[in-house]
């Protein structure tokens, strides 16, 4: 018997057997239908017939293509050899460039894809805290060569010696960077090491800055610790590179993409003083602890002694100025003490008293003109935010203007249906306040105690008792800007500041799509008032919560009226910086 081969019904075939089973079945049930169902049949077969041809024919969906292209160090133009070039799709294909920077990625179906490429060693060229250089690609028959370009990481590294070239070993070396906050200029630390048995030090993977070095200061663990009837009589200083004793006179080292920069320095040693004293409050039983910085707010690695029975405390530091910083907790309260001390000789009976960290509860009400515009004076009722909400529509941020202080958040405390707002664990200390209201309400009074603040700082101190009473109101405005951009511009941000006071500048960033030349700037919840809109291309030097600094720039903002509840449309220029540090 000869075996009949069966042929496999094709993709059209299957599509008219499954019809044809459906139409049975619907013929079986209703057969008044079938005039309808006849040309219901009619459309569908002219719509396989159409698939099916296009399917024979070949349709570009179907089509795979190639990407090329190479990946280049930004400065330079170098290639870079093994970096991972990623294509984020259905699935993601991933590949390395070869010796020459190049690479190629086959077998792709046309469209629009992510693009992006990273190795160790190198940031992305706009957004560098991504570690990767990111470009949209379309794929298909026109497809053109891509350059992706990456940034070199940059080095500070340096050697730690005394006056006779000998090598300074197991020193604690910090990094520093200068960084806007807020729109403030901060010193805040980055990384720290130990200088290694040639007193060398290195700091890799840094993004382009300011920085500053300091080394320092450093007790003789051996006698410090060990010893218990040797006090140590020398050490090593606190230093700033190349030879300052604080940041505000150190050099700060500048940084740029690919940059490695050597910054040795040259320490004498220096006699140490003792400084002792109680610390008092703190509960039987309960550790304390105690914390020493320099100037600068740096975390200082220094030994001390603490009798936890007694507060008695003793450390030994070099001249000049620390904060030290005394810590527990009573009743699961936050104990603080914070004292400032200039160190030229023994300091002794010292006293560090704790304290409850300060705790500020926020009473905020909602004076309610959603309805229409805000009468004279205020003749519609002020209601409680409870009465609303579960909790306040704003959250408060108190920005630490001290070396070495620490912010504070505000947070809800309790159980749903009796949440209160407040501020805790707050350091003795001058602050900046900034508020931030949410659900179409907007910041009209913030106060605590005599302070206003929508234009002062406000100081903390041990003793302060005082509730931050802040009114809301709806009745805000909204902005649409458009801004006139080049093509090729990368992501901007644009700020948009009082025209008068001193409220924390709100800040959006925008994009320009491509093949466009011009950016949308949408911000809602805006109070009422004149304001000057900013649109930096690249506001990352300018210390915007700084009026003075803003004033130079003032010829080029847009003025912008919001009135209550209204929508105001502007077009605006884009400010050119050119800078991206100070």
């Known amino acids: 018997m000869v075996a009949r081969s069966r042929r496999v019904p094709g993709a059209f075939q299957l599509r008219l057997m499954r019809f044809a089973q459906f139409r049975s079945v619907q013929d079986r049930r209703s057969c008044p239908t ?56 259905a699935p993601t294909r991933s590949t390395f460039t070869d010796s020459n920077g190049a690479f190629t990625i086959e077998g792709v179906a046309a469209g629009r894809y992510s693009l992006q490429a990273q190795k160790p060693g190198y940031f992305g060229t706009r957004d560098r805290n991504a570690g990767a250089a990111v470009q949209m690609v379309n794929v298909g028959a026109s497809s053109e060569s891509v350059t992706l370009r990456l940034a070199r990481e940059n080095v500070i590294f340096g050697r730690l010696t005394d006056p006779n070239g000998q090598a300074i070993e197991s020193v604690t070396v910090h990094l520093t960077q200068r960084v806007l906050r807020n729109g403030v200029w901060r010193i805040e630390s980055r990384n720290l090491t130990t200088a290694d048995d040639d007193g060398g030090y290195r700091f890799a993977n840094l993004q382009p800055g300011t920085y500053y070095i300091s080394a320092g200061p450093d007790v003789p663990r051996r006698e410090a610790l060990f010893a218990e009837d040797s006090t140590p009589r020398t ?16 050099a700060p080292i500048r940084v740029a993409s690919g940059q490695q920069i050597q910054a040795d320095m040259v320490m004498s040693r220096v006699p140490l003083y003792t400084v002792s004293g109680i610390i008092t409050g703190s509960a039987p039983g309960q550790g304390t602890f105690l914390q020493v910085q320099n100037s600068s707010g740096d975390m200082l690695s220094i030994g001390s002694r603490i009798r936890h029975d007694t507060g008695e405390f003793e450390l030994h530091l070099p001249a000049g100025s620390y904060r030290l910083k005394a810590m527990s907790h009573v009743e699961g309260r936050q104990m603080v003490s914070v004292v400032r001390i200039t160190v030229e000789k023994d300091l002794n009976q010292l006293q560090l008293a704790l304290q409850p960290a300060v705790s500020i509860p926020i009473h905020a009400s909602l004076d309610d003109h959603a309805q229409g515009a805000a009468p004279p004076g205020r003749s519609r009722g002020v209601i409680q935010a409870r009465d609303a909400y579960d909790s306040p529509p704003l959250s408060v941020h108190l920005i630490s203007a001290d070396p070495g202080g620490s912010d504070a958040y505000s947070a809800n405390r309790g159980v749903k249906g009796d949440r209160t707002l407040s501020l805790t664990g707050i350091e003795p200390g001058r602050y900046m306040a900034d508020i931030s209201a949410y659900g179409g309400w907007y910041v009209e009074s913030a106060q605590c105690g005599n302070a206003n603040l929508l234009s002062e700082d406000l100081v903390v101190t041990a003793g302060t008792s005082c509730t931050m009473e802040i009114i809301l109101r709806n009745d805000a405005g909204t902005l649409n800007a458009k801004v006139e951009t080049p093509n090729d511009m990368g992501p901007g941000t644009a700020l948009l500041v009082p025209a008068r006071g001193r409220a924390v500048p709100r800040s959006i960033s925008f994009y320009v799509t491509e093949g466009s030349h011009e950016a949308q700037i949408t911000l809602d919840g805006i109070a009422p008032g004149e304001y000057l809109l900013y649109p930096f291309d690249d506001p990352g030097g300018i210390e915007y919560s700084n009026p003075g600094v803003l004033r130079s720039y003032a010829s080029l903002a847009t003025a912008v009226t919001i009135s209550p509840g209204q929508m105001t449309k502007i077009t605006a220029q884009l400010i050119h910086t050119g800078t991206g540090e100070e």
Request: aromatic fraction near 8%.
């Open 34 to 89: 079938r005039l309808l169902n006849a040309a219901g049949l009619a459309i569908f077969l002219t719509w396989c017939v159409a698939i099916a041809g296009a399917q024979g024919a070949g349709s570009n969906a179907n089509q795979k293509f190639t990407i090329t292209g190479s990946v280049v160090e930004q400065a330079a133009g170098e290639p870079i050899a093994h970096a991972l070039v990623t294509l984020q799709g």
């Open 235 to 250: 050490g090593w200083p606190g230093l700033y590179y190349p030879q300052a004793p604080d940041a505000a006179s150190a």
